[in-house]
Each structure stands twice: as C-alpha cells, then as structure tokens.
C-alpha cells in the first residue's frame, strides 16, 4: 500500500524552527520527484519546495528561500523539510506529495499522484 506520512508540525514563535518529515511507504522515494505543499486557512494550496526526479535538483518558492531546505534520508525512505526563521506567514498546513513524472523544475500540485495526511505549523507568539 502507498502511503506517505508526514510528521513534525507543531505551535512555533516567530523566528523558530521546525523540521518536518514525510516517510514513505509502498515505494521508493528517490525514484520520484517529491513536493512539499502549504495551505492555509482561506487560501489556495501553494507550492513550497520540492526534489525533482530527474538529477533530484531541489527548488523553493520565493517566499521560502534562504529559510527552508529540503533534504532526503534514502535509507529511510524520508524527505525532510527543515523550515528556519519562520513567519506568522507560514502558518498553514504542510502536504509532502509524490509523482512519477519527470520533469526539470517542480510541478503543479495538480501532478502528484500521492498524499500525506498533512500536519499543522502554526507560527504565533
């Protein structure tokens, strides 16, 4: 059975860090490009970051880059999103999503074949 599970969310100051997980299950992360996603409250679901299935190149919104990185563990079958210096602005919930497509930058949400469940960040003082 496919699944990914995301994991590590949680109620950060402004100016914190979280890191979260995604673990796979049922397929091999590295042979997909994987995305990380955010939606908050109200708003469309907006791509954050992602790992591409061709060379694995790794891209960032604007409005995350210099903050986050994304990075993947093989052995564990994990990608990793770890968010720095973070905003009330990222508050929101944090998809991880998997797709067999190829493709040299990231793709649309509307691509990706596989869902976590999601887990919630919320950044406020």
């Known amino acids: 059975q496919v699944q990914l599970v995301e994991s590590g969310g949680g109620l950060v100051q402004p100016g914190g860090s979280l890191t979260l997980s995604c673990a796979a299950s049922?397929?091999?992360?590295?042979?997909?490009?994987i995305g990380w996603f955010r939606q908050a409250p109200g708003k469309e679901r907006e791509g954050v970051s992602c790992?591409?299935?061709?060379?694995?190149?790794?891209f960032y919104a604007d409005s995350v880059k210099g903050r986050f990185t994304i990075s993947r563990d093989n052995a564990k079958n994990t990608v990793f999103l770890q968010m720095n210096s973070l905003k009330s602005e990222d508050t929101a919930v944090y998809y991880c999503?998997?797709?067999?497509?190829?493709?040299?930058?990231?793709?649309?949400?509307?691509?990706?074949?596989?869902w976590g469940q999601g887990t919630q960040v919320t950044v406020s003082s």
């Open positions: 999503a998997a797709t067999d497509l190829v493709a040299a930058a990231c793709l649309p949400w509307s691509e990706y074949d596989y």
């Open positions: 049922g397929f091999t992360l590295d042979a997909y490009a």
């Open positions: 790992f591409t299935s061709s060379r694995s190149r790794a």
